[in-house]
């Protein structure tokens, strides 16, 4: 019988990797969510082959200091969690270390950095041990080449580049309806496929992602509990849609996924859609990070709540009064 012993660094990551960077599009959502907890205001995503010849994202976040840019590629390292205590309010999209470590074990990687656009360095984990000087500029720039190179039954998992494709577009649209004061722009191929403006206007980004219809057909909403703030938009009701992808709920910045939530959207909106049919819902709800638990799962979609009832009434109230607000919903108050 072989003795036990602890797996060598390179194979734990390959496994732990494994769940973090399931296909191409899960790389675009940890890179972008490391520029967007690195507080960038712009962010370009640049897509060849469906993110699996190259992923590059570039953002003019705070950058990575020098000597930190080799500790980023161990696994369970990260500028975000210290204390034991801090696991309890995350206010950060990622938390656990695992992206860069986990990329760098399933592809080559590139990065640079600068953290005053005075001095910049750049890093290739796997080519070599040292940091070498780059051009400076504020931020950093990462590039992911020749993704699963090293993992064959990963690639052959990955059967259309279209559909990759489509996935990745998916989740820089949702990027963009989470954070309107963030300038993202997405190349696929060479060519800008969407961007938005970072001004700040949920319409306009809305406009961006859907169509200048659309944006033209929603409604403001907002609402608050002790516990809860809740504001978005969403789409009068003639405008729907066959699957519920166009129901998107961020917690704290963050997309997640909820079958509650999404059920008391649709009890906002009673009766007034055909049934098997979804709205168009944009959900920004902000909370103390003490009251959800992002860590259920590695890619951090689904939360858990507390006060669930709370949330799952003030969604459904908020939706009903508006709609109820432009006269689409019979008043529940009887007149006398
Ligand atoms: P996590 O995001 O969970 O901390 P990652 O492996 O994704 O783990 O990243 C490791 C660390 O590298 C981060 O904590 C952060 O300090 C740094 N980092 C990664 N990407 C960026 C970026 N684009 N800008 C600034 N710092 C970054
Ligand atoms: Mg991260």
Same mark, same amino acid.
């Given at each position: 019988?072989?003795?036990?012993h602890v797996?060598?660094?390179?194979?734990?990551?390959?496994? =732990?990797?494994?769940?973090?960077?399931?296909?191409?599009?899960?790389?675009? *959502?940890?890179?972008?969510? &490391? $520029?967007i907890?690195? &507080? @960038?205001?712009?962010?370009t995503?640049?897509?060849?082959?469906?993110?699996?010849k190259?992923?590059r994202?570039?953002?003019?976040?705070?950058?990575?200091?020098?000597?930190?840019m080799?500790?980023?590629?161990?696994?369970?390292?990260?500028?975000?969690?210290?204390?034991?205590?801090?696991?309890?309010?995350? !206010?950060?999209?990622g938390f656990?270390?695992?992206?860069? @470590?986990?990329?760098?074990?399933? =592809?080559?990687?590139?990065?640079?950095?600068?953290?005053?656009?005075?001095?910049?360095?750049?890093?290739? +984990?796997?080519?070599?041990?040292?940091?070498? +000087? /780059?051009?400076?500029?504020?931020?950093?720039?990462?590039?992911? /080449?020749?993704?699963?190179? &090293?993992? +064959?039954?990963?690639?052959?998992?990955?059967?259309?580049?279209?559909?990759?494709? @489509? *996935?990745?577009?998916?989740?820089?649209q949702?990027?963009?309806?989470?954070?309107?004061?963030? @300038?993202?722009?997405l190349?696929?191929?060479g060519?800008?496929?969407?961007? $938005?403006?970072? !001004?700040?206007?949920?319409?306009?980004?809305?406009?961006?992602?859907?169509?200048?219809?659309?944006?033209?057909?929603?409604?403001?909403?907002?609402?608050?509990?002790?516990?809860?703030?809740?504001?978005?938009?969403?789409? !009068?009701?003639?405008?729907?849609?066959? /699957?519920?992808?166009?129901?998107?709920?961020?917690? &704290?910045?963050?997309?997640?996924?909820?079958?509650?939530?999404?059920?008391?959207?649709?009890?906002?909106?009673?009766?007034?859609? +055909?049934?098997?049919?979804?709205?168009?819902?944009?959900?920004?709800?902000?909370?103390?990070?003490?009251?959800?638990?992002?860590?259920?799962?590695?890619?951090?979609?689904?939360?858990?709540? $507390?006060?669930?009832n709370?949330?799952?009434?003030?969604?459904?109230?908020?939706?009903?009064?508006?709609?109820? /607000?432009?006269q689409?919903?019979?008043?529940?108050?009887?007149?006398?």
């Amino acid at each position: 019988m072989n003795r036990i012993h602890v797996l060598k660094h390179s194979l734990a990551d390959k496994i =732990a990797a494994g769940e973090v960077v399931e296909r191409p599009s899960s790389v675009v *959502k940890e890179l972008v969510e &490391n $520029s967007i907890d690195a &507080n @960038a205001s712009m962010i370009t995503i640049e897509i060849e082959e469906a993110g699996l010849k190259r992923i590059r994202i570039v953002d003019n976040g705070h950058g990575i200091y020098k000597d930190d840019m080799k500790l980023a590629f161990n696994r369970h390292a990260t500028s975000k969690l210290k204390e034991d205590r801090d696991l309890f309010h995350i !206010r950060t999209l990622g938390f656990r270390g695992e992206a860069l @470590a986990s990329i760098a074990s399933v =592809a080559e990687v590139s990065i640079s950095s600068s953290v005053d656009g005075i001095e910049g360095y750049q890093y290739e +984990p796997n080519q070599s041990d040292e940091i070498t +000087p /780059s051009i400076a500029r504020q931020g950093t720039d990462i590039s992911v /080449s020749h993704l699963f190179y &090293n993992t +064959p039954a990963r690639l052959k998992y990955i059967k259309s580049l279209q559909t990759e494709q @489509a *996935k990745i577009t998916n989740i820089i649209q949702r990027m963009m309806l989470a954070h309107p004061e963030i @300038a993202f722009k997405l190349k696929v191929d060479g060519k800008v496929s969407i961007q $938005s403006t970072g !001004r700040g206007s949920m319409t306009e980004v809305i406009k961006s992602v859907y169509s200048t219809q659309i944006a033209k057909d929603s409604l403001v909403i907002d609402g608050h509990t002790q516990d809860y703030d809740l504001t978005g938009l969403i789409v !009068r009701p003639h405008h729907f849609r066959s /699957s519920n992808h166009y129901i998107s709920i961020f917690i &704290n910045g963050r997309y997640i996924k909820n079958y509650k939530l999404n059920k008391a959207i649709l009890e906002g909106y009673k009766t007034l859609l +055909p049934i098997g049919k979804f709205p168009i819902v944009v959900l920004h709800l902000t909370m103390d990070p003490q009251i959800i638990d992002v860590n259920v799962h590695p890619t951090k979609e689904e939360v858990r709540l $507390s006060k669930e009832n709370e949330l799952f009434e003030l969604i459904r109230d908020t939706i009903q009064q508006k709609m109820q /607000s432009i006269q689409l919903i019979p008043s529940k108050v009887s007149s006398k």
